[in-house]
């Protein structure tokens, strides 16, 4: 999952779901004008989260293609070579 991937998934929601969307930015606009020590505290938690879960999905991702090129070239990835 690339970045321009998640910024289409997004843009396409916006799109999609426009009062959401409004809602949303509203709020979010709310709380940087009321509380903007509290609105930088939850946007940077948001990034680490964000960033927490795309390092999760790119590893795993690079892992399941390694474990299907072993399955294809024979090699069982969870045994030893039985004799």
């Known amino acids: 999952m690339s ?3 998640i910024s ?3 843009l396409s929601f916006s799109k999609d779901n426009p009062v959401i969307a409004v809602v949303a ?3 979010l606009l709310f709380l940087f004008f009321r509380k903007p020590k509290f609105f ?3 946007f940077f938690l948001a990034a680490v989260l964000a960033l927490v ?3 999760i999905v790119d590893v795993s991702s690079k892992g399941k293609s ?3 090129g072993m399955i294809e070239k024979g090699i069982n990835p969870h045994m030893d ?3």
């Open 81 to 83: 070579d039985i004799r």
């Open 53 to 55: 879960f795309y390092f």
């Open 66 to 68: 390694e474990k299907e």
């Open 8 to 10: 289409t998934s997004v």
């Open 25 to 27: 930015g509203v709020i």
């Open 40 to 42: 930088l505290g939850l």
């Open 3 to 5: 970045f321009s991937e």
